[in-house]
């Protein structure tokens, strides 16, 4: 029963810090905040994590962590690479709703100074990929897709998605409509499919 209620804690430590990133950002986070909105003192917290660089990373890893769930979850039942690709496209960044997404803007500038962000960051990035190569890989077998190499596609794919979300996000340059036809029409280009069926 103890193990259980250490979990259900550090649970509520990782949604408190997540809300609490989301609100003031990666950088501007502080332990003392998110003891204090959980009504907790920090030693609490930094006995669960360590160290404030652990807690923001374990939180990140939480945020994108349910993003993938629910990234799993919208493909199952699905066998069509087209039909799983829509899926995908469809929930990743603000083409869909995504919680964790703006944490990966935050992340991204953080993972040039912090480790454990940029390792966090990595392998989260290394598991939508492979996702999504995988996805990929099958429609080229299916003969659905057309691109003779279909971890450079993804890794094109990735890049559009990553800076278009970002000028959607950040600078506002593009608006989420645009994103998706554009992301739409360059995904079909990619891998020679219909426009028409990614909508």
């Not at 869909?96 to 390792?119: F, S």
């Amino acid at each position: 029963m103890a193990r259980r209620s250490v979990e259900v804690r550090r649970e509520q430590i990782l949604a408190a810090t997540v809300a609490q990133i989301e609100r003031a950002g990666l950088a501007q986070t502080r332990v003392a905040d998110v003891a204090s909105a959980l009504g907790v003192s920090t030693a609490l917290v930094f006995y669960h994590f360590g160290t404030k660089d652990a807690l923001l990373a374990a939180a990140f890893e939480h945020a994108v962590e349910h993003d993938l769930e629910r990234l799993d979850k919208a493909l199952v039942g699905s066998t069509d690479p087209v039909d799983m690709l829509r899926r995908i496209v469809r929930l990743y960044g603000p083409t869909g709703n995504a919680v964790g997404w703006r944490l990966w803007i935050d992340a991204w500038a953080l993972a040039q100074r912090e480790p454990a962000i940029r390792t966090a960051l990595r392998a989260l990035d290394r598991r939508w990929a492979s996702q999504l190569l995988s996805v990929v890989t099958a429609g080229v077998a299916d003969g659905v897709f057309d691109t003779p190499d279909p971890a450079a596609s993804v890794a094109r794919i990735s890049a559009l998605l990553d800076g278009l979300s970002v000028a959607a996000l950040v600078y506002g340059t593009v608006s989420r409509r645009q994103l998706r036809a554009w992301i739409a029409e360059a995904v079909a280009a990619e891998l020679g499919v219909d426009v028409a069926l990614l909508h």
